[in-house]
Structures are given as structure tokens and as C-alpha cells.
């Protein structure tokens, strides 16, 4: 047999129970108007949960990643078009530690254009040239130029290199040495064609 206090509490959570499914809009507006009146209490219930309860919340967002993932992607997307400016400036704060509007000065220090070949701003912007060792930002570059920088490993005697292999064999055509070196070998040795 249930004690007093227990009896009465019972009684007291039908009665609740009944006014609020008798004044559904009255109680709907109460709790709204105490949400909006203890935004605190509310946040700290929520960070209460969300602890207690990790494993079971990454569980379920795992289940439903994987029942969703073109919903997922398009989503993704959608929100990547939205806010590709905003992303950007994340990833470069994050990345040099700059604040919002320093990419916005360093594009009107460099003129809107690569420093290397000099071709304006696309669509993709300019990346922030920088050396890998000291996180310094030494300019902006088109994608190209970056991408060609970076495979030469930031080197500058590697792109020297490169630079003189271009200017010293713009005429050259190496199928003419072939040629020429087919012409000049003797004919002693038999062609497998020819076996």
C-alpha cells in the first residue's frame, strides 16, 4: 500500500495531467513564455543531456548520417554555396590566425591579381601563398601558380631549374634526336618484328 505522500504527489500529476490536456493553448503559452524567461536554466539542462547521454546521441546521428546521405550531401552543399565567403574566412583565421577583414586589405595590397603571373581574381579567389615552416603569408597567388610553387616544394633553385629547363629547350623537339639516333645505329641487330 502506497504511503500518503505518495498518494497525494499521484493525485496532484493527474490533476496536471488533466488541466494541461484541457488548456492545451494556455499551457503551450506558459512554457514558451517560461523558456523565453529562463534561456540559462534551459541551456544548462540541455548541456546536462547532452553529456549524460553522448554515446546514445552519436549513436543515433551516426544511424541517421547513414540513412541520409544524399539528403547529407545536398545539405552540405546548399550550406557550403550559402556561406562559402564566411567558410573561407574560418579556414584562413583558423589556418594564418586572421582576422575576418584581413584577406579583404591584402587583396587591395596586391592589386586583385597573382603575383606570379598576374592574372586577376576567378571565381575560386587567390590562395594565400605561405611558407610551411614559418606560417608567414608572402602573397597571393592564382591556383596555378600556387599549385606549380607547391610541387617544386617551395625551392626556389628547384624552380630556377625549371625556369632555365624551359628557356634552354623551348625549340627542342626530342623526337628529332630519336629520329636522328635510329638513323645513325647500325642495322646489325634484328628488329623482334622480325623473329
Known amino acids: 500500500m502506497k504511503n500518503k505522500q505518495e498518494q497525494q504527489r499521484e493525485r496532484a500529476r493527474t490533476r496536471i495531467k488533466h488541466w494541461r490536456e484541457t488548456h492545451r493553448t494556455e499551457a503551450r503559452a506558459y512554457q514558451r513564455k517560461w523558456i523565453l524567461e529562463h ?6 539542462h540541455s548541456r546536462r543531456s547532452r553529456i549524460k547521454h553522448r554515446a546514445q546521441i552519436k549513436q543515433y546521428q551516426r544511424r541517421w548520417a547513414e540513412k541520409n546521405k544524399e539528403k547529407l550531401r545536398l545539405q552540405r552543399q546548399q550550406y557550403y554555396r550559402a556561406n562559402r565567403t564566411h567558410i573561407l574566412h574560418r579556414v584562413r583565421e583558423h589556418a594564418f590566425g586572421l582576422p575576418t577583414g584581413s584577406y579583404q586589405r591584402i587583396l587591395t595590397i596586391c592589386g ?11 571565381k575560386k579567389g587567390l590562395a594565400l601563398d605561405h611558407d610551411h615552416t614559418t606560417k608567414h603569408i608572402r602573397g597571393l597567388l592564382c591556383c596555378e601558380c600556387n599549385s606549380g610553387i607547391g610541387l617544386l616544394q617551395d ?6 631549374k625549371a625556369a632555365r629547363y624551359l628557356r634552354d629547350n623551348r625549340a627542342t623537339d626530342l623526337r628529332e634526336h630519336v629520329k636522328q639516333q635510329e638513323n645513325a645505329a647500325p642495322a ?3 628488329s623482334i618484328l622480325d623473329i
Open 39 to 44: 534561456p540559462d536554466r534551459i541551456r544548462e
Open 155 to 160: 625551392n626556389p633553385d628547384l624552380l630556377e
Open 112 to 122: 586583385n591579381n597573382c603575383q606570379v603571373c598576374g592574372k586577376l581574381r576567378s
Open 188 to 190: 646489325t641487330s634484328q
